[in-house]
């Protein structure tokens, strides 16, 4: 991670980031106890804070889609 807040983020104290990999994980759990909005917002919140030298994880952005069709989007 680059360490800077994407545009349109709001910051997160340092005792509060996480990595994306925690936050994926986090979406995960909410997605199987069928939490579909607190997902969405962890997996959105993942694919912000993701590098921009990294390639695209499409696996993270079909959750995303998938996720946006549940709640009717």
Do not use: C
Request: charged share 35%; aromatic share 6%; hydrophobic share 35%.
């Amino acid at each position: 991670m680059s360490g800077r807040v994407p545009v349109g983020a709001k910051a997160l104290p340092v005792a509060e980031a996480m990595n994306v990999e925690e936050l994926k994980e986090k979406a995960r759990h909410h997605e199987l106890r069928e939490e579909w909005q607190k997902a969405f917002d962890l997996y959105s919140q993942a694919l912000r804070y993701q590098d921009d030298d990294e390639s695209p994880d499409i696996t993270l952005h079909n959750r995303v889609g998938d996720i946006q069709t549940r709640l009717g989007r």
